[in-house]
């Protein structure tokens, strides 16, 4: 028997208009049009797996006010896939709003008749791939924000053994997804445990779980956010393809589908050799399509202060965005420094020297430094 074959996707948040940075005005449009096309990469490698079916696990869209072009262009790539159905949760960011004008309305018309399967309510909704039966199990999301998870009905439901018992949520998983004041529709393991469903894919949470590329047997799987978003998601961008085996057994692969990559780095740098390690970092990645926040500290002296002024300056051409933070990066102001600049028995030279024979007191010595610096202009 062919194994049953699902493309996992979730948090495309298309829609997302990228206004929290201070990025050109060129760049925002390519990362609005990224969500876009890494969306059509999430088609294409369904359907170049043959996947019967494409889950969507909440926060397909970014809000519940996007525009009618955002929702009429993101059906027609939906609508490109192959399979047998797209199977869409709505959201925490997407929430599911009954009526012909809202969101989901406007999305369900624009969507290839007998082929959306919107999961709305909480109950369970079953499709059928050849003669196997597909049993769904949701937990969509009614508001941004909830105390409660939306899966609490699942436990008492009868589930049919002999077809694949299939649970669909969007919320956080407490281990997993960071909802310190759980607000996020929290979930634990043993909750989705408790449900008796035979596996379980998820959103909410932007990061990859299991965080390996092959994972088998997994209670959940969360593929990520399907191209990032910010310096919070320091990934790729992936969606899960799973395989469902006889005996239902579940082997899943994380396949990448985003194009732009958010590189965090907090980098020490103490001499000249340090900033030209930085430098030979930073030349592995990808200008085109690197958004880079380099945050550094350290102490250097006079000489390689300028040449790290110099590398900033290059990393601001080289990147399509960068910030970078150097503001803890200090003089070293040690006895070679000293000697070199004040005159010795000089009031300004024995301060200073007192002070850096204490390293504990090194804030004492810039700050002594400054002020014996600003005296003398």
């Not at 926060?59 to 006010?65: M, Q, V, Y």
């Not at 969507?111 to 949701?138: C, D, Q, R, T």
């Not at 002070?355 to 810039?366: G, H, K, S, T």
Request: glycine residues 8%; charged residues 25%.
């Amino acid at each position: 028997m062919k194994p049953l074959r699902i493309a996992h996707t979730a948090d495309n948040h298309i829609g997302l208009r990228f206004n929290g940075r201070p990025y050109t005005e060129d760049l925002r449009k390519r990362l609005v049009e990224e969500r876009y096309l890494a969306a059509e990469r999430v088609v294409e490698t369904a359907n170049s797996r043959g996947a019967d079916l494409l889950v969507i696990a909440g926060d397909l869209f970014e809000n519940t006010r996007v525009p009618a072009k955002a929702i009429i262009r993101t059906a027609e790539i939906l609508n490109g896939f192959t399979g047998v159905n797209v199977i869409v949760l709505p959201g925490n960011h997407d929430f599911y709003e009954q009526g012909n004008e809202t969101l989901w309305g406007r999305f369900c018309d624009a969507m290839k008749e007998n082929f959306l399967v919107l999961l709305s309510k909480p109950e369970p909704v079953s499709v059928f791939i050849g003669e196997a039966e597909v049993a769904f199990y949701p937990g969509p999301c009614r508001s941004k924000h909830s105390p409660t998870n939306s899966i609490g009905w699942i436990e008492e439901k009868p589930k049919n053994p002999d077809a694949i018992n299939v649970g669909v949520a969007h919320g956080s998983v407490s281990g997993v997804s960071p909802d310190m004041d759980e607000k996020y529709y929290p979930m634990t393991p043993e909750n989705l445990r408790k449900a008796g469903v035979d596996f379980w894919l998820l959103g909410h949470t932007h990061l990859r779980y299991p965080g390996e590329q092959r994972a088998e047997g997994s209670l959940f799987y969360i593929p990520s956010t399907h191209t990032p978003d910010g310096f919070d998601c320091d990934h790729e961008g992936y969606i899960w393809c799973l395989d469902v085996l006889p005996g239902k057994k579940v082997v899943a692969e994380s396949i990448r589908t985003g194009a732009f990559r958010f590189y965090e780095r907090k980098r020490s740098v103490d001499s000249l050799v340090s900033i030209e390690d930085l430098k030979r970092e930073i030349s592995m990645l990808e200008p085109g399509t690197t958004l880079l926040k380099l945050v550094l500290d350290g102490r250097l002296s006079e000489e390689a202060i300028d040449h790290l002024h110099e590398i900033i300056g290059e990393i601001g051409q080289q990147f399509c965005y960068a910030e970078v933070y150097h503001e803890n990066v200090a003089l070293n102001i040690n006895r070679e420094y000293i000697d070199a600049n004040f005159s010795r028995d000089s009031l300004p030279h024995r301060l200073l020297s007192a002070f850096a024979e204490q390293p504990e007191d090194n804030l004492v010595l810039q700050l002594a430094h400054d002020m014996i610096k600003e005296a003398r202009q």
